[in-house]
């Protein structure tokens, strides 16, 4: 018969396992933003957004692992090699920019590792390849965005276009995803200028479009970027219709454009019109994250931060399902998130629905994306 002392040290013994158990089952999320440097805009509301993630899921606490890449790729590197090999993470949010991110897809593949990308560019997750498929992203891909502009540049009769994009990934598969769409659409592009994030001018590359006259111009660059090459070409007196990509889809687009922005054309995720479209499960669930920001930090939120809420909805909704089959800070339990993220079926996200599949790691289909204009300073949808 076990005496008191004996029934003791029992539960102090089960107490002590449960502890450990607990420990070893803990969920370890890593996420890298670019809170400081020049993809801080971006960066930011990214950031900000970890604290409006989910705690726990199915019983298991989830911990995140925050880090600050400073917008560069090196640092990017040694950020996800940390998270990776010292902290052992079960995934990966981030990084914020699409140079950042292509620079890291080799390593969440070598230690399996899944990686949800909030970034621009399609080509984290196309062409899909054995590195590719570790990485999901959380934003509408170039193409569903740039179809939108292309039939809405078609219906309103432009023949000729100018580009002007960054000299990285985002811009240069823009320019490869126009070439593409405009050819069929009987669009001719007239001038593809190129610039540095970081340039203080581009009056050279505006010159060039200026001097090709097209009927329109595209600017493909991501956050701050977006602005500089539009109001150096309205200050060069062009007066040619202007559109942007998703890219530009941030308030402070509006706040450094000023004026000069008035009429652009721009195709991106309901949150910027969120007042404007009718009820749906995405739009409820946009409106949650955008309370939720409010109320924490008192200002609206960006949709780059929305890209990391999402991360985390996508990672709730895949974790049961891998926890069935193994547990957490194993390689496979990373090896089970990856195959139930990638079966991802009709999950409302802030940005649109999410349908994985083996071929599509982005997931989005038309719900992800509105045509909108800008009006007065204000964001309108374009009927």
């Known amino acids: ?28 999320i890593g996420v890298v933003t670019s809170s400081t440097g020049p993809i801080a805009l971006v960066g930011i509301p990214q950031k900000n957004s970890i604290d409006l993630l989910p705690k726990s899921v199915a019983g298991e606490k989830i911990t995140y692992l925050p880090l600050d890449d400073g917008s560069d790729p090196t640092a990017t590197v040694k950020a996800f090699k940390k998270l990776i090999s010292e902290e052992h993470v079960d995934a990966i949010i981030g990084p914020s920019g699409s140079g950042n991110a292509m620079g890291v897809i080799q390593f969440a593949a070598e230690s399996k590792t899944p990686m949800l990308a909030p970034v621009g560019t399609a080509a984290v997750v196309l062409p899909m390849n054995e590195q590719k498929k570790w990485v999901f992203k959380t934003t509408q ?19 000729t276009l ?5 000299a990285d ?50 600017i493909a660059a991501p956050g701050s970027s977006s602005v500089m090459p539009e109001t150096t070409l309205k200050e060069q007196g062009y007066t040619g219709q202007m559109y942007q990509t998703h890219g530009a889809a941030l308030d402070s687009f509006l706040k450094l454009g000023g004026k000069e922005v008035n009429g652009t054309i721009l195709a991106a995720s309901l949150m910027l019109v969120l007042d404007q479209v009718p009820d749906s499960p995405e739009k409820q669930v946009a409106q949650k994250y955008v309370d939720a920001y409010k109320a924490k930090y008192q200002v609206t939120p960006p949709t780059f931060g929305s890209n990391v809420y999402d991360a985390g909805l996508l990672l709730q909704n895949a974790i049961p399902t891998a926890l069935k089959t193994a547990k957490p800070g194993t390689e496979a339990f990373r090896v089970a998130l990856r195959t139930a993220l990638e079966n991802t079926k009709n999950l409302p996200g802030t940005q649109g629905v999410y349908n994985m599949s083996p071929a599509d790691h982005s997931g989005f289909d038309e719900r992800g994306r509105e045509l909108i204009q800008v009006k007065n300073d204000h964001w309108v949808l374009l009927k």
């Open 1 to 28: 018969m076990l005496t008191r002392k004996s029934l003791l040290s029992l539960a102090i013994g089960t107490s002590l396992l449960a502890s450990s158990y607990s420990s070893f089952a803990e969920i370890k």
């Open 141 to 159: 891909n170039d193409d569903l965005i740039a179809s939108a502009l292309v039939d809405q540049m078609k219906a309103s009769g432009i023949k």
């Open 162 to 166: 100018g580009m002007i994009g960054t």
């Open 169 to 218: 990934t985002y811009g240069e598969n823009w320019s490869k995803v126009m070439k593409g769409l405009t050819e069929k659409a009987g669009i001719k592009i007239v001038a593809d200028e190129h610039f540095q994030r970081q340039d203080t001018s581009i009056t050279g590359q505006a010159l060039k479009v200026l001097m090709a006259n097209p009927d329109a111009t595209l």
